[in-house]
Nanobody, 118 residues
Framework: QVQLVDSGGGLVQAGGSLRLSCAAS????????MGWFRQAPGKEREFVAR???????DYADSVKGRFTISRDFGKKMWYLQMNSLKPEDTAVYYC????????????WGQGTQVTVSS
């Protein structure tokens, strides 16, 4: 089992920045991919970014060039640096971890609210 706690959300003006953090505990050695997803009101949860244990990253088109995912194995944490935030980035953001192959994620954080005002 892997437990995840995400944090760092808040209220920011358009054009501002936030950094989300995800702290992992438990059987973290089995983690193969780490990611971030978000869910806006009335919408389905969507992929934002992911990073493999080897450091390969992937981003949704809507955040490319603005968001950066990173990880710190020693601290068992990963991060999402969000710059040039837009009102449409407003959502609950969830960190996630995958222990197997494929594209699915197995463990999820509780979510942290990001609100971007115009």
């Amino acid at each position: 089992q892997v437990q995840l706690v995400d944090s760092g959300g808040g209220l920011v003006q358009a054009g501002g920045s936030l950094r989300l953090s995800c702290a992992a505990s438990g059987r973290t050695s089995s983690t193969r991919r780490m990611g971030w997803f978000r869910q806006a009101p009335g919408k389905e949860r969507e992929f934002v970014a992911r990073i493999t244990w080897t450091g390969i990253t992937d981003y949704a088109d809507s955040v490319k060039g603005r968001f950066t995912i990173s990880r710190d194995f020693g601290k068992k944490m990963w991060y999402l640096q969000m710059n040039s935030l837009k009102p449409e980035d407003t959502a609950v953001y969830y960190c996630a971890a995958a222990v197997g192959g494929g594209s699915s994620f197995d463990y999820w954080g509780q979510g942290t609210q990001v609100t971007v005002s115009s």
